[in-house]
């Protein structure tokens, strides 16, 4: 049967870590097996890192750099031969290939989200294999990915995958980090995103030495995809052949159950694409209320109002020790919403001197996470 099928391939395995150049046989090897996964019917999305790696070597630079303007030079260089890298390894195999580069702010306005759902959508109808890297030239701080562990996850819910490989350079997840806990326990199956906190799993902040996210924002990727019903496996990318061995039901790498899909994209957009500008803390009753009751937040159950924010902007809603329950729309903006924090609906118009709606999130906008 056709899958969709994300792979997402990072710097530590892209490039060799005691020069910086490319790992070519690595790249070839993944290069052929995603041109047979076409071959086969299933349609492919490579989300790939590298960019500022291979921009590095090529301008002799040994460091990541920090500057920012620095790091964007040097992405737009590596961008373009990595590129010409990939178009010349898959069209020796005849297969067509796009580049796609996106930033977060891009997804963040729901007609942008939409087109790229369409331009992907198009694509893998052509037959084509998009090759996607977040547009580190032009990403702002406030709205950028960050790392392409979260660009790949929200691509495979935006083609509505069926599978994410997220390839790196160990071979799971392990209880801890394997390269400073020899002893640390591999982990073949995730079947619920709680389940981590029961395996005690200890992310720490170690990466490779030119990856960016470490652990930390592979598990968010897969906490992500799998929300969108997408079967999310982390595993050693130097043996790309391995990805046909788990698609055909080997248990290599660590496999994370996906959650049934989401009937509602929008909520999904509002819970995982959306960049919450202020945080909502609740009284017992509102928390109870959105909770179990389905109900839209009202002003009287909101105990204090964090952030700077403006109507319409993605809010975190939180019980009183701070711990997120929701994610929704504001109606109001926060001077507003200081204003009548607390405050039964009939007495809003009076207090801000106009008549506002009665919900300061409506159900249709608030998602539970
Ligand atoms: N619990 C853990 N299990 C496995 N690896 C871990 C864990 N915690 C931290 N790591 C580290 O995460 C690194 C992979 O992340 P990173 O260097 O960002 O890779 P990539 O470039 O592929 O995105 C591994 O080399 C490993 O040292
Ligand atoms: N967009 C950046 C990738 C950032 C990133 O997430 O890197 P990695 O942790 O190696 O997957 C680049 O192309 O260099």
């Known amino acids: 049967m056709t899958k969709t ?196 799993v200890q992310t720490g902040d170690s990466r490779s030495g030119w990856g960016t996210g470490g652990m930390v924002t592979k598990i968010e990727a897969a906490r992500i995809a799998t929300a969108s019903g997408v079967r999310t496996v982390i595993t050693d990318g130097c043996f790309p052949g391995n990805i046909e061995k788990i698609l055909n039901g080997e248990s290599i790498g660590t496999q994370f159950e996906p959650q049934p899909r989401p009937v509602n994209a929008r909520k999904h957009w509002i819970a995982n694409v959306l960049i919450p500008a202020g945080k909502l803390y609740l009284d017992a009753g509102a928390v109870k209320a959105i909770s179990h009751g389905g109900k839209s937040l009202l002003a009287a159950g909101i105990a204090q109002v964090e952030g700077e924010f403006q109507a319409d902007d993605s809010v975190q809603l939180c019980d009183a020790a701070g711990k997120q329950i929701a994610r929704g729309l504001v109606n109001y903006n926060s001077l507003e919403l200081r204003q009548i924090q607390g405050c039964k609906s009939d007495k809003i118009a009076e207090i801000l001197g106009y008549a506002g709606v009665e919900t300061a999130v409506h159900r249709d906008n608030l998602v539970i996470v």
């Open 5 to 200: 099928i994300v792979v997402k391939i990072g710097t530590s395995t892209l490039t060799r870590s005691t020069t910086g150049n490319l790992a070519l046989s690595t790249i070839a090897a993944l290069v052929e097996i995603l041109a047979d996964l076409r071959q086969q019917g299933h349609r492919v999305v490579l989300v790939s890192s590298g960019a500022v790696g291979v921009g590095c070597a090529r301008l002799g630079l040994t460091e990541r750099p920090r500057n920012i303007a620095l790091k964007q030079a040097v992405a737009a260089v590596g961008q373009g031969r990595l590129m010409r890298v990939y178009d010349d390894l898959f069209t020796t195999l005849q297969q067509p290939i796009a580049q796609v580069l996106l930033t977060r702010g891009d997804l963040v306005q729901r007609n942008g989200y939409v087109n790229a759902c369409n331009t992907f959508g198009q694509l893998l109808r052509l037959g084509v294999i998009p090759i996607v890297n977040e547009n580190d030239t032009v990403a702002v701080d406030e709205l950028k990915f960050g790392d392409n562990d979260t660009l790949s996850a929200l691509v495979a819910s935006l083609v509505e995958a069926d599978w994410l490989f997220v390839l790196t350079d160990v071979d799971r997840l392990y209880s801890a980090d394997p390269r400073s806990n020899p002893d640390a326990q591999p982990i073949a199956l995730v079947q619920s995103m709680a389940q981590l906190t029961e395996f005690q």
